[in-house]
């Protein structure tokens, strides 16, 4: 019997189906596709979760994943794919410092998002390629310290300084408010956040700045127009979470790149896959997550009596992923999720992580 032409080819002859691809060896795949799309050497990719309700930061931790991926030689181009909503402002420093000793030239290229941290590390790279989809944002500041404000439920309130300036200019420019009561409006400042807490935000602030100069003095001479756009990433913005699309940062003297068509769809093919893997388009919400793995709590006698019940194994999620052609290292959470049910008929979760490490695969 003839084959039908329109069937797939069977390479083996053995008429079995071929064994589909794993999600790693299609984002492999899809690696080696954006490094020759864009005639790199190397294409490193680093991803923190951006999930709403379970978001990831970067952190000092992953450089050491970054280490076990790097090429035995300098190279002549090292491209770095990076999508996070921020985190520890010197992570962009130790991370850019050491790819440049392994390239001649460094790009960041942005599919979606690279706020805050994320924004700062591509101001140390040759040039900066965005997909229509990428944003970037401001560079200042966001301290969390344990003496800072916390909201209605405990958690800690971030402090910028830009929130700081703008106090001082709604009390000074907005509401008139004479000099001799500027004390006073400081007063009650610090009665909400602490006078050391103040004192860490202006330290931060003026940490961002060094850090963006030190970082473009990685690939060019400072100069003043650099000074400008410091200026604009670190005051002038105004808002923290403020997205700078591509032709915005091309206005704010940003070294941006338009992507080819098929550096274009090479960069959003692999992002689309991360945001699959970890699940970072479905907010993260344990109650939903327990009734659909079949917890069925019952009914508490009290507020303060929860009773609840847990799904049967923990649920393992990636937070944080480095990634090259050849490994790959995850950053895992084991999450344990537990559901109790009070006595109006309202459902509560409760997470508990009961593992985290980074896990390395080929």
Known sequence: MNANPQDP????????????????????RLIEDLRRARGSDVVLTYITSTRPALEAGMALDAVRCFYDHLPSERVGQLDLVIHSNGGDG????????????????????????????????????????????????????????????????????????????????????????????????????????????LGNVKRGSAQSRMLGEKLIALRSRVDQEHRD???????????????????????????????????????????????VAMNMTTPFDPVAIGLAGGVEPPISPAPQQLIYASLPAPLTVPMVMVESEHRCDVFEQELQISVARGPLGLFHGNVVAVRAEWVASP
């Open 9 to 28: 080819p069977d390479p083996d002859g053995d008429g079995q189906e071929p064994e589909p691809e794993t999600p790693r060896a299609v984002r492999s």
């Open 229 to 275: 756009l410091l200026e604009q990433l670190t005051t002038k913005l105004y808002y923290h979470g403020h997205p700078i699309n591509r032709i915005e940062a091309k206005e704010l003297g940003l070294d941006i790149a338009d992507p080819d068509p098929a550096c274009e769809a090479a960069l959003w093919a692999l992002y689309v896959e991360y945001e």
């Open 90 to 197: 010197v992570v962009p420093w130790r991370l850019m410092t050491l790819l440049h000793e392994y390239a001649e030239k460094v790009d960041v290229l942005v599919p979606h998002r690279a706020f805050s941290a994320a924004t700062l590390a591509a101001l140390g790279a040759h040039e900066i390629m965005m997909h229509p989809m990428g944003m970037l944002g401001p560079i200042d500041a966001s301290i969390n310290n344990p003496l800072g404000p916390v909201n209605a439920v405990g958690q800690p309130v971030p402090v910028s300084g830009e929130d700081v300036a703008a106090y001082y200019a709604l009390v000074r420019d907005d509401l008139g408010i004479r000099e001799e009561q500027i004390v006073q409006a400081f007063q009650v400042l610090a009665d909400k956040v602490h006078p050391l807490v």
